[in-house]
């Protein structure tokens, strides 16, 4: 069975600091995605890498994966109160017996305080 | 609008009683899957579909049953729920089985509570 640890499993900062959250495993995936829920709701898609060390930016939210496809981060910048959330990484693989399979991390709650 | 959708949002059980969660897509998605959500525990994967009439078994399969009969319906079923099988389930489907990394889109959730 692969695992995705993430950390840290609670993060409260001020509204303003930057944070990161990371996501590591000791298996290679082919992709791996940054899901954000919010009470009540199912996760819902931020980003997906898919090539060793690709970074991708989307506003305020910087998202790296790792040469070797085995780690991720999601980075902050001045977060925001909106910002406040469950994160979830997603590894998936594409092939062997895992095909179809994708794996979730712990989550991260983050409060941004105002 | 496009949507998943779960029914019930809610149950509460007794153990032993037998009981059927329905998940619904008006994609046309290829792919579905479910999910048991426990604090600290993340996601968990319990089963998930390739397309019709054909299933995996995921992480935590033990206690579950899927059918895909239709591309639009993977009803999970519980032939004996037992306590700890209380959790919050998701389902969630997306568009192609045949690469790994495409957006799921998940339903609103169905808390069962199996006393």
């Known amino acids: 069975t692969q695992l995705l640890e993430q950390s840290p499993q609670f993060l409260s900062i001020q509204e303003g600091e930057n944070l990161t959250v990371y996501c590591n495993s000791s298996s290679v995936f082919s992709s791996l995605q940054w899901y954000r829920q919010e009470p009540g709701e199912g996760p819902v898609l931020l980003v997906t890498?898919?090539?060793?060390?690709e970074v991708k930016k989307l506003k305020r939210l910087t998202f790296q994966f790792g040469d070797a496809r085995k780690d991720s981060s999601l980075h902050i910048t001045a977060a925001q109160p909106g910002d406040t959330g469950l994160y979830l990484c997603a590894g998936a693989n594409a092939g062997g017996t895992s095909y179809g399979k994708l794996t979730f991390g712990q989550g991260t709650i983050l409060t941004v305080h105002p | 609008e496009a949507q998943v959708t779960q029914n019930p949002r809610y149950l509460i059980t007794v153990t032993g009683k037998k009981l059927t969660v329905t998940c619904s897509q008006n994609?046309?998605?290829?792919?579905m899957s479910w999910y048991r959500q426990d604090p600290g525990l993340g996601l968990r994967q319990i089963y998930y579909s390739m397309n019709v009439e054909v299933t995996d078994k995921g992480d935590v399969p033990e206690g579950y049953k899927v059918s895909r009969k239709e591309k639009r319906n993977f009803p999970l079923i519980l032939e004996s729920p037992s306590p700890n099988q209380t959790s919050l389930y998701f389902c969630?489907?997306?568009?192609?089985?045949?690469?790994?990394?495409?957006?799921?889109?998940f339903g609103p959730g169905t808390r069962l509570t199996v006393l």
């Open positions: 969630a489907s997306s568009l192609f089985a045949g690469t790994s990394y495409n957006e799921q889109f």
């Open positions: 994609m046309n998605h290829e792919y």
């Open positions: 890498v898919v090539t060793g060390g």
